[in-house]
């Protein structure tokens, strides 16, 4: 069973960066498409960006270039750099396997973007 666990939110003003990571369990982390998700409230939980095993990377939404996502295969573990943040971004971000496993869900990492 693959388990994820996101940390590196917090509070940031309106253009400061931020650097959210996952870390995840499981022998087979190498060969899975992994993914960065958000919800806001209100709205169903949505893609951010994916990453292959081969570490393409793909935007559903990018920030028009601010957000980039890597990976470490030798280090189970996939993180989102979100530069200059924007007040509408403000939200629990969760990473999980991508299409989602939905028992692999974790607590997410929420991200808050105010002054």
């Known amino acids: 069973q693959v388990q994820f666990v996101e940390s590196g939110g917090g509070l940031v003003q309106p253009g400061g960066s931020l650097r959210v990571s996952c870390a995840a369990s499981g022998s087979i982390f190498r060969i899975l498409t992994m993914g960065w998700y958000r919800q806001a409230p209100g709205k169903q939980r949505e893609l951010v960006a994916s990453?292959?095993?081969?570490?393409?990377?793909n935007y559903a939404y990018s920030g028009k270039g601010r957000f980039t996502l890597s990976r470490d295969n030798a280090k189970n573990t996939v993180a989102l750099q979100m530069n200059t943040l924007k007040p509408e971004e403000t939200t629990v971000y969760y990473c999980?396997?991508?299409?989602?496993?939905?028992?692999?869900w974790g607590p997410g990492t929420p991200v808050t973007v105010s002054s």
């Open positions: 999980n396997l991508s299409p989602p496993s939905s028992p692999s």
């Open positions: 990453i292959t095993s081969g570490h393409i990377a």
